[in-house]
């Protein structure tokens, strides 16, 4: 008999196919998320369990009594409760490497728009308010080429992007990490800095921490203060790092020149936040990975770990701090 696995998201039809060879299973087809009421009832006999940033919680695990995998569909599992997985011995997977690349593009196109207002003149073309009275210093921005990128947070993504600044734009890249990264640093020509001589210097200050209980609003009002006023945040890790107030109120006060967010502290955004008001500020919907390739890949790296542990195998992409249940 073929281990049961339910499925929380529709996702590419050759992945279903994977997915169907190995494993009796159920998926939900609709667009809208699964309600919390009708997971719960399918989740009560599967051994597997692939979703979206599921929020997987004690109370939920309690209700899947036999479920041995939570197969995440990105990179990110702040949605899990670690401690309770781990006690009830329920492996946690997630899907890094495969959208490293899409992410910092999409770091650069927010670097870009921000510093070179590329949306708000967008705006300004198309809403039929370009014109000749126009003074030419008005279309000032700031440049992104041999500017300093700060970049908080080296993991695979920071790299990337990191890379793309240094030999693309011959930017100077700075960066704070927990771990020193002496390989990239000669690789790219990039420097470890101490987290406030980066705020203080960078023009750009990125942000691509994961969110957990040490990173819960770690950038707030001191951070900001210490960044120049012609200094530009970017961030699209997760809302939570930031204190969403602080950002508002350092734009407000024109501590900073201004920002560019794929991520928000609630998603989505409400829709009466004062950053939607901001002309220096880009917004964007949480696209980090979202290109049809990079999905499709999120999508088969999830089912690939999914199948790996109710097969019996151990797999690829165990969460760090649930490796202790594999060994
Ligand atoms: C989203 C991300 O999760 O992988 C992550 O952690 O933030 C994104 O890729 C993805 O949009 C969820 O489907």
Redesign the pocket.
């Known amino acids: 008999m073929k281990p049961k696995v339910f499925i929380a998201k529709p996702i590419p039809k050759e992945v279903e196919n994977y997915i169907a060879q190995y494993c009796d299973y159920k998926i939900w087809k609709n667009q809208e998320p699964i309600p919390m009421d009708v997971l719960l009832k399918e989740v009560a006999d599967v051994e597997g369990l692939m979703t ?2 599921g929020i997987i919680t004690r109370e939920f695990l309690e209700k899947a009594p036999r479920l041995k995998i939570v197969s995440n ?5 702040d949605a899990f409760d670690i401690h309770a997985m781990k006690e009830q011995g329920v492996l946690g997977t ?2 890094p490497y495969v ?1 490293d690349e899409s ?1 910092a593009d999409l770091a650069f196109g927010l670097i870009l728009s921000a510093s070179r207002r590329i949306t708000e003149f967008n705006n300004m073309v198309k809403g039929g308010k370009w014109d000749k009275s126009i003074r030419e210093t008005y279309f000032y921005g700031q440049d992104v080429h041999h500017a300093t990128l700060g970049i908080i947070g080296m993991g695979r993504i920071g790299e990337k992007i990191a890379r793309r600044a240094a030999l693309g734009f011959e930017m100077k890249v700075l960066y704070n990490s927990i771990r020193r990264k002496p390989v990239l640093e000669e690789k790219y020509g990039i420097h470890y800095s101490e987290l406030n001589p980066l705020l203080e210097s960078a023009d750009f200050v990125l942000l691509m921490l994961p969110l957990n209980n040490s990173t819960y609003h770690f950038f707030g009002e001191e951070q900001f203060n210490r960044m120049k006023s012609n200094a530009i945040f970017i961030n699209c890790s ?1 809302g939570q790092v930031v204190d969403e107030t602080a950002l508002i109120a350092a734009l407000k006060e024109g501590k900073i020149y201004g920002a560019g967010l794929d ?1 928000f502290e609630v998603e989505p955004v409400d829709k009466e936040n004062p950053l939607l008001k901001m002309d220096n500020v880009v917004v964007l919907p ?5 290109t049809e390739q990079t ?1 499709f890949d ?1 999508a088969m790296k999830a089912a690939e770990n999914l199948v790996a542990c109710v097969t019996g195998r151990v797999p690829e992409n165990v969460v760090q701090e649930l490796k202790c249940l594999v060994k």
């Not at 949480?286 to 979202?290: C, L, Q, T, W």
């Open positions: 979206p940033k569909i990105a990179v990110g599992y997630h899907t959208l992410v997760r991520v949480h696209i980090g990975s979202a999905r999120m």
